[in-house]
């Protein structure tokens, strides 16, 4: 089975703060991707990567940045919080086959 | 672009009842078609999936057919059961669009015993 872990499931921090969220897959995926959910408006693609060092905006990439120095992480950084980036973040990967693969995802709440 | 549209909810069955989930799409190529479902406090797992045109997805009573024809991939179950009450999510990945996935903004089921 994939597994998808994320480095915390609640995460509490101060508007400003510098943010770091990581993610790491054991299926060898090339593909890897950070989506954030709110509710009424589902699940909205942030940045993904297609290989290691490689990154594509998504549809709401402004206040985020990515990391992929190694092909099993993938890390979403929040350069200075604010409080409308609280919200439920999921990462995913995916293979050779067009099925993507969930983590269970981080509540940050920025305060 | 790519879109997909899906009822919303949120929904309130009773105990083996039947159900529908609609979902429609747009895709300028040939998607696939998938069906999530998150349980409370959890990520989003695949439910079924389908490939092409007339493929029926299929997994724990629950099933979904890709009909091309009314840009369509409706969720159904015979039967729901409590255990069934989650958020599902209809998506597509047009492999045009570098295989993203692109959601619905999910339905709500509740189940009552």
């Known amino acids: 089975d994939v597994k998808v872990t994320q480095s915390s499931r609640y995460l509490v921090k101060r508007t400003g703060e510098k943010v770091f969220l990581e993610c790491v897959q054991d299926?060898?995926?090339?593909?890897m991707f950070w989506y954030r959910q709110d509710p009424g408006l589902g699940l909205r693609l942030i940045y993904f990567s297609y290989d290691v060092k490689m990154k594509e905006k998504g549809d709401i990439p402004e206040g985020y940045s990515v990391s992929r120095e190694k092909k099993e992480r993938f890390s979403l950084i929040l350069e200075s919080a604010s409080t409308n980036q609280t919200s439920m973040y999921l990462c995913?990967?995916?293979?050779?086959?067009?099925?993507?693969?969930f983590g269970p995802g981080t509540r940050l709440t920025v305060l | 672009g790519d879109s997909v549209t899906q009822m919303e909810g949120p929904v309130t069955l009773s105990e083996e009842a039947f159900l529908t989930i609609n979902c429609t799409y747009t895709?300028?190529?040939?998607?696939?078609l998938f069906w999530y479902v998150q349980y409370p406090g959890e990520g989003l797992q695949l439910l079924l999936k389908?490939?092409?045109?007339?493929d029926k997805g299929s997994n724990k009573g629950f099933e979904a057919t890709y009909r091309k024809e009314t840009t369509s991939f409706h969720l159904e179950k015979g039967s729901v059961q409590v255990s069934d009450s989650a958020v599902y999510f209809c998506a597509l990945s047009d492999p045009g669009s570098n295989y993203k996935l692109t959601f619905g903004k999910g339905t709500l089921l509740t189940v009552n015993p």
């Open positions: 895709a300028t190529g040939y998607p696939s």
């Open positions: 299926m060898d995926h090339e593909n």
């Open positions: 389908a490939t092409k045109a007339d």
């Open positions: 995913a990967s995916k293979g050779s086959l067009d099925t993507q693969y």
